[in-house]
Structures are given as C-alpha cells and as structure tokens.
C-alpha cells in the first residue's frame, strides 16, 4: 500500500535504544522509502547517526504533533510493545496522526483497520494497513521444495531478535551485487513493511505454516538463483514455534546461524542457558534432517551480532567463534556479508 510517493514518520518511541524498536531501525536501515521523522520522546533532539549508527539525517522528535512539520503522509508502528498492543498514551497519538490525515502501516499483533473509533476518523484517501494477516488459500506443507533447483538460505538463531532478517537481507544485496538473480523472502512484519513479498508467519495458524512458507518458496524457486529466507524465532526459545516450519517449509539448502555475540541466556527466560554454539549446529542440523527424511543441510557459517561492542572487542568475539565452530564468521552489518556468501559457494 506503500508508494514511492509516500513520505513516513516512525512511531519509536522508547524504541531507538531497545530491543523493541528493532522494527523501526529495520525501516531506517533498509528502506528506500523516504523517511521524515523518527518519533521517540526519550531520544527526542539527539543525532540519529549517532544513537543508531545508521546513516540518516532525519530528525528525532518527541511526539506525532511534533512529526507533522516534516509533512509525512504515512505513520509507520516502528515498536513492538509486550502484548502486542499499543500503550493508551501511544494510540492517542495514532489518532492524532490520523486526524491531521495520515494513513498507518501497523506491524502489531492487535489489528488498528477494524477498530471503530479509527475508522470513523479516516477520510476517503486514507488507510489502515494490518500487516500480519494471514494470507487466503493456505494448505499444509508437504516438502515439495526440495525439488527446487535453487540455493535456498535460511538464517537460524540462537534466539529471538537476534538479527536473522537483518543477515538475510545483506546476504541478498551481497548476492546482487554478484550479479546472482537473487530473492529476500520475507517471514515477519519488518520485511513485509520493507516492500518485499512473504508472508507473516506468526499470523498464520500453526497447521499451515510450513505450508505458507512452503507456498512462497514455490512461487519463485524456479525463477532465482538464491532464496533468502528470513529466519524466525529459535529452536532452543521456550516460546518459539516458527523455526520448525521455516525448515519444513523451504527445505534449505544452506544455514547460517545467528548470534548476539554478549548473550548467554534467552531473552526474558534467564533460567534457560544457550548452549555451546558447536551443539546449536548439531541441534540445527539435526532437526533440518531428520533422520534422514530430509536432505542433508550444513550451518556453512556464523553471524555475530556485535552491536554493543567496539570494533576491538567484536574482532575477538568473531575470532573466538571462529576457533569454537571452525566456521567462517562475521557481523554481516559492520563487516558486510561476502565472508558469508563465500562459504554458501563452497
């Protein structure tokens, strides 16, 4: 619904400094659409660049209000709350974009275009779109794409929000700019924002996930020489169910498993351990495989999230993964993904 017209705001407020931003930042990084202003009251004022490292010169701001000087005509939800709903204080501030006559790109679980109150404030030219909405005409997965003819490259992770679709989508500008005929197959609501074709899978009911990931495979494993299939959750996450289907589904070909490089535990479950990154390989594989039903799929190299380190400290941390796994590794975002790309080849 997005057009190259369209000038966005992103909602991000306590967003820019958090996990629960990575939406937003997302957009920042990867989008070619042009971005007017960044609303998040805590940051209000201060440098982008310098917050983020993303190079934008785009203003800060602490409210809606405050966004419509830049004269946006989109309010993008760059946040994701807990629970998947909007703080009161933050939707108010959705109407108000409404009213001032925005439309909005919604990435949250809780649905805004059916809401009342919403759309008696929408006029004729404005919109509402919910991005995860499952798509019409699901069936089961039935592991016909391993039948394709094309590398498929899934990213795996030792946990959720990790940075499995910021690897894909560098592993797909590395790859196009190799000149391969390269696809980013998107499985959340960032990628989907983002412009590309995919799916939200964690909006689609769990009998037909690893048919709606198997079904977008097939729509262009033909017709490309790489998938990159953006990864979802974790196997070793207590509440992930979106990696199993993701296997399922596209039948890799190839893993790439992710990793914050500082992290030990899951995310919010402390009492849960990640384990040694040679036994996430196995527990990867493994699984991919199983038990010889499915082909074989190597992890053929390792990205490191080494976002809150310095250059020194993310080298060493890259280094010693390398030693612990004897697999290429990188931060795919500082350092670039051909590194990664070079071991998908071999």
């Not at 059916?114 to 006029?123: M, S, V």
């Not at 017709?223 to 196997?235: A, C, K, P, T």
């Not at 996450?237 to 993701?246: D, E, G, K, Q, V």
Request: charged letters at 15%; aromatic letters at 4%.
């Amino acid at each position: 619904m997005l057009t190259p017209r369209d000038r966005i705001a992103i909602l991000l407020h306590e967003g820019i400094q958090s996990s629960k931003g990575k939406t937003g930042l997302s957009l920042l990084r990867y989008s070619d659409m042009e971005i007017v202003a960044v609303i998040d009251h805590t940051c209000a004022g201060q440098s982008l660049s310098a917050l983020t490292g993303i190079n934008r010169d785009i203003p800060i701001v602490a409210s809606v209000s405050k966004a419509l000087s830049q004269r946006p005509t989109v309010l993008a939800i760059g946040i994701a709350p807990s629970g998947g709903a909007l703080p009161t204080a933050w939707l108010q501030e959705v109407k108000q974009g409404i009213a001032a006559g925005l439309s909005i790109v919604n990435g949250l679980h809780t649905p805004m275009a059916i809401d009342p109150e919403l759309q008696a404030l929408l006029q004729p030219q404005q919109w509402i779109w919910d991005v995860r909405r499952e798509p019409a005409g699901l069936t089961v997965g039935s592991g016909q794409a391993r039948s394709l003819p094309c590398l498929r490259v899934l990213t795996v992770g030792t946990d959720m929000s990790v940075g499995k679709m910021s690897t894909s989508l560098e592993l797909h500008k590395a790859s196009l700019a190799r000149g391969w005929r390269s696809r980013f197959i998107a499985t959340g609501q960032t990628g989907l924002m983002l412009g590309h074709d995919g799916i939200p899978l964690d909006a689609v009911r769990i009998d037909f996930a690893s048919g709606a990931v198997e079904q977008v495979t097939m729509r262009y494993g033909f017709d490309y020489d790489v998938l990159h299939i953006e990864g979802q959750g974790s196997l070793i996450n207590p509440a992930s169910t979106a990696t199993l289907p993701l296997l399922r589904g596209s039948q890799p070909t190839h893993l790439i498993l992710v990793h914050r490089a500082s992290q030990t535990h899951i995310h919010n479950f402390n009492h849960v351990a990640i384990p040694p990154l040679p036994k996430v390989i196995q527990l990867y594989e493994t699984v991919a495989t199983a038990g010889g039903a499915f082909a074989p799929v190597k992890v053929v190299g390792i990205a490191l999230n080494t976002f809150d380190l310095s250059e020194s400290e993310a080298e060493m941390a890259i280094e010693q993964a390398q030693l612990e796994t004897g697999l290429p590794c990188t931060d795919s975002i500082r350092f670039g993904a051909e590194l990664l790309l070079d071991a998908i080849l071999q």
